[in-house]
């Protein structure tokens, strides 16, 4: 089966035209019309490309509403045994983890005089607003989940991994608020350094991911080596990068940015407004599973004389090896 990420690989302009076109050709369908394809399949592409994590995530397809995934919890011992000897054996220990298909949803109106009178392309207009809150949505649960939806990176019970901004504690893996003993500081390169050998030295290769939040991107342009070098290495334009929304290498990491990082947390009684990061080994800390494409649809409402346009796909995510990811806590720029 084609991997749900490459089934919107082509691109497609559609314009006011194209989407008045739409709704005058479409058929009923279940209290509906549904629009043609290609609007979903870019409203997908354009998810997949405002997202920052999803193709750091291992992506699964999903034939039902929970996929059981079989996971190495320990692996065999091997050994040197002396000429004819017995070879001692050891068994592996498997573990597994769930994937369980939620629905995210989009809807929004328009007016049939905003329809008649816009000289933009409204259908772009449309499928680019619905891709940024679903992304964000998305995003968001993936980093901040609690449990309802889907339990996030950030999520006290999700990491083993957690060093404090201050680069004091490498073991800052309570919860965030006013009882936390974390102390908070300016991101140094002490912290990025202890949370790539965090996650090295629970058996994972080198981390070649980390997420920022916007406001800490400037002062970590700032870090400089002993030898006063800058340590993110910037993106330039026109590198592949740029399409994955990386910033720069920082210490071996793709750098990225993305909002859902709050900066809004209390660390103890002397940290308020921080904010964390993530490093992490991509393909290693979680699941993302797709149960089914993107769905566009639209309605006319008669009571109003405007058109519903909605939204919806079915996501699962789930983390893969908590170890894989280190979280920085208490950053304060």
Not at 79 to 90: L, N, Q, V
Not at 92 to 110: D, E, I, N, W, Y
Not at 188 to 205: F, G, K, R, W
Request: proline share 3%.
């Amino acid at each position: 089966m084609e991997n749900w990420l490459l089934q919107s690989s082509r691109w497609i302009n559609i314009s006011k035209m194209d989407i008045l076109k739409a709704l005058n050709e479409a058929t009923n369908s279940a209290g509906g019309f549904t629009v043609p394809v290609e609007l979903s399949n870019r409203l997908l592409a354009l998810i997949q490309r405002e997202n920052v994590f999803i193709s750091d995530l291992d992506n699964q397809n999903m034939n039902s509403q929970t996929k059981e995934i079989p996971k190495v919890t320990s692996g065999t011992t091997a050994r040197w045994p002396g000429e004819i000897g017995a070879i001692t054996g050891s068994d592996s220990a498997f573990g597994q983890t769930t994937l369980t298909a939620k629905k995210l949803a989009g809807l929004t109106q328009v007016s049939t005089e905003v329809l008649e009178d816009s000289i933009v392309d409204l259908g772009n207009q449309i499928t680019e607003q619905l891709s940024t809150d679903m992304s964000l949505e998305l995003e968001n649960e993936i980093v901040n989940g609690t449990g309802s939806i889907f339990t996030g990176l950030r999520n006290t019970g999700s990491f083993s991994n957690a060093v404090s901004a201050k680069g004091d504690n490498t073991n800052a893996t309570g919860a965030d608020g006013t009882g936390s003993t974390v102390t908070g500081a300016n991101i140094s390169l002490t912290p990025i350094v202890q949370a790539v050998t965090e996650v090295m030295t629970d058996n994972h290769m080198q981390p070649d991911v980390s997420y920022w939040n916007p406001r800490t991107i400037g002062s970590i342009k700032l870090l400089t080596d002993g030898n006063a070098r800058p340590m993110l290495d910037e993106t330039t334009f026109g590198s592949p990068l740029v399409k994955e929304g990386v910033i720069g290498i920082l210490y071996g990491t793709k750098a990225k940015s993305t909002t859902v990082l709050p900066i809004t947390l209390t660390y103890g009684t002397g940290t308020t407004s921080a904010t964390d990061a993530i490093v992490a080994r991509a393909g290693k800390y979680g699941y993302l599973g797709s149960r089914r494409g993107m769905k566009f649809a639209s309605e006319y409402d008669i009571d109003n004389d405007s058109w519903k346009y909605q939204a919806t796909a079915r996501f699962g995510f789930a983390i893969k090896y908590a170890d894989a990811y280190c979280v920085i806590r208490a950053i304060l720029d």
